[in-house]
């Protein structure tokens, strides 16, 4: 379970959520809390850096917002991040300093650390992305099983309970995942670790590893 924790995939000096972070031991468990956090942080931002442009939704003076571009609150935007062409916001976001929001990217409940790039075509929902990672064009964060139960973590031949309905992915610092791949409900990948292109992924995949198909999964040679 150690290797779970936020602590061990994500370093809190990259995003503005590092008190939340600092608040709990398992990464999903941010999750039902996203949106009261930034509702209590929006009040408390420097003026001088954010402006307030709607209902519950600040944004850096410094980031690029396309004009194309929905947004919804309540809503981070911090600085020098890039918001493209028909990026869909839908809420409890927070997009991280020099992250970028691609073109048609949807992005619900989820926090996006510094420089997280998810350029093109990506759902992403209640997930967290970790400093540097990248999701290749088409990555989707499945985040409701089918049968609506609480979601679970196969980890080393367990299942860890979660107690959360909707959990996409919680991806770790430097990780690259391939294009049109899926990460269903609980998976877990490990810092960086890379996933092959067309991946269907439902576990957790060990930090500095290459996962190349279900059941094979190597040690990169670092």
Known sequence: ??????????????TIAKPLFESITYPWEVLPKIKDFILELGKSLDTEKFNKIGEDIWVAKTAKVAPTAFLHGPLIICENAEIRHCAFIRGSAIVGENAVVGNSTE???SILFNNVQTPHYNYIGDSVLGYKAHTGAGT??????SDKSL???NFEGEKIETGVKKFGAMIGDNVEVGCNSVLNPGTVIGRGTNIYPLSMVREYVPENSIYK??????????
Do not use: P, R
């Open 140 to 145: 989707i964060t499945s985040n409701l099983k």
């Open 107 to 109: 992005l619900k409940n």
């Open 151 to 153: 979601v679970t973590v």
């Open 213 to 222: 198909k279900q059941g094979e999964v190597a040690e990169k040679h670092l």
């Open 1 to 14: 379970m150690e290797k779970l924790k936020a602590v061990n995939l994500f370093d809190y000096s990259q």
